[in-house]
């Protein structure tokens, strides 16, 4: 695939614009929020506006493509009775794909982005890219992808709740229980571990089927997270550790399942996810019969093994 930066050219580098002249379009925008505007005001008030926005013509005028921030934060000094126009950069290309493109790649690079703009804006790559190209063109992995992804699967409460700060993996875990639930419950998990949430979530299921309650522990028991260790675990090998494994070694059980796990196809990723989401929910050693249940499992699948030879 060519790149963003070879597909890209420009009919005009750091030129001064009347900021009348200029939409804001949200066909562009990847976010949902601008904050810190006056912040950025102040500083380009003080220092000048270091860093230009991209615009397309559009016949006399300029649609906005990239840089929404500085765009508000000039409004926001000519509102206060400053004269002061709009540094841009203006880009040759009229292919639509090319400029949404373009707008992502800009705040992705600048990591100035939510979470769930992150899904928003990678879900319209994701109509004329494959992930392969996402990959390459914004230098990210496929993981990276995949969990932003993720977020689109959750209720709009739950995706506020991850960009205050509740993990993924918690609120793929909270989704599980009715939406009318997920306000109250996602208020509870903010630094939970997974586990502690999956019990909160299969305590409520059971409640309301009827069945007798999880035994839950008290709260001296609940493990709390520090407060930049559960916000944004978005790593592939950022599962959480088996909380009742003392000396760190896995537990047999646990490691055979796992292994179960890593053996499903990769293109399977919706599946492989919640079964990791499950792995990490369970105390393993609390398992009742674990061994048994581990020969058992070993047993079934050397004769699938067998048999299939």
Request: proline content about 3%; charged content about 30%.
């Amino acid at each position: 695939m060519t790149t963003l930066t070879t597909k890209i050219t420009w009919e005009a580098r750091g030129i001064e614009l009347d900021p009348a002249h200029v939409t804001a379009s949200s066909e562009f925008n990847s976010r949902k929020k601008i904050n810190g505007i006056e912040d950025l005001a102040e500083s380009i008030l003080a220092l000048g506006q270091t860093t230009p926005v991209g615009v397309v013509q559009n016949g006399d005028a300029y649609d906005l493509v990239y840089g929404f921030r500085r765009f508000n934060a000039i409004q926001h000094l000519i509102e206060a009775g400053h004269d002061i126009k709009l540094l841009a950069d203006v880009v040759s290309t009229e292919n639509l794909n090319d400029l949404v493109l373009l707008n992502v790649q800009e705040n992705v690079s600048r990591e100035q982005l939510t979470l769930t703009e992150e899904y928003e804006a990678v879900a319209k790559l994701t109509a004329f890219m494959t992930r392969d190209q996402i990959m390459e063109t914004l230098g990210v992995t496929k993981t990276w992808i995949t969990q932003r992804l993720k977020i689109g699967e959750l209720s709009n409460i739950l995706r506020e709740a991850v960009d205050d700060g509740l993990s993924v993996r918690a609120a793929q875990t909270l989704q599980l229980l009715p939406e009318e639930l997920h306000e109250e419950y996602a208020s509870r998990a903010v630094g939970q571990s997974v586990s502690t949430v999956a019990d909160m979530v299969q305590s409520r299921i059971n409640e309301r089927e009827g069945l007798d309650p999880e035994p839950t522990d008290d709260d001296s028991d609940i493990e709390l997270l520090d407060d930049d260790e559960d916000l944004q675990p978005l790593d592939e090998d950022d599962l959480p550790a088996d909380e009742d494994d003392d000396d760190g070694a896995p537990n047999p059980l646990e490691a055979y399942i796992t292994s179960l796990v890593d053996a499903v196809e990769d293109e399977d990723e919706d599946r492989k996810e919640k079964m990791q989401i499950l792995i990490a929910s369970i105390r393993w050693k609390s398992v009742a019969d674990g061994d048994k249940i581990l020969k058992g499992l070993q047993y079934c699948f050397e004769e699938d093994d067998e048999s299939d030879s």
